[in-house]
């Protein structure tokens, strides 16, 4: 069994930045893809960011340009850089490894809360 445990979350004030990490519990081999979701009160949780085995990455158009996703693989760890914030952002972030077991599985982190505030 993978656990993933976020970390980074916080609360920031409008135009500031934050860096999530989600580091898994183990190697994990033949990974997929990683990702980060979001879920704000009230609404479903969305796709913010995702970076493939190959290293190709897919934004959001809502955070494009603000936003960006990387990984490093010898600590077995998925970041998300977030600038320029808005109040918009707030939402419980979710990290997603989606493992090729010869089907696809998800593993899923806790969430941990981004509020931008002033």
């Known amino acids: 069994q993978v656990q993933l445990v976020e970390s980074g979350g916080g609360l920031v004030q409008p135009g500031g930045s934050l860096r999530l990490s989600c580091a898994a519990s183990?190697?994990?081999?033949?990974?997929?893809?990683m990702g980060w979701y979001r879920q704000a009160p009230g609404k479903q949780r969305e796709l913010v960011a995702v970076?493939?085995?190959?290293?190709?990455?897919n934004y959001a158009d809502s955070v494009k340009g603000r936003f960006t996703i990387s990984r490093d693989n010898a600590k077995n760890t998925v970041y998300l850089q977030m600038n320029s914030l808005k109040p918009e952002d707030t939402a419980v972030y979710y990290c997603?490894?989606?493992?090729?077991?010869?089907?696809?599985?998800?593993?899923w982190g806790q969430g941990t809360q981004v509020t931008v505030s002033s």
């Open positions: 997603k490894y989606q493992v090729d077991l010869g089907y696809l599985k998800d593993y």
């Open positions: 183990r190697s994990i081999f033949s990974v997929y893809a």
């Open positions: 970076i493939t085995s190959g290293g190709k990455t």
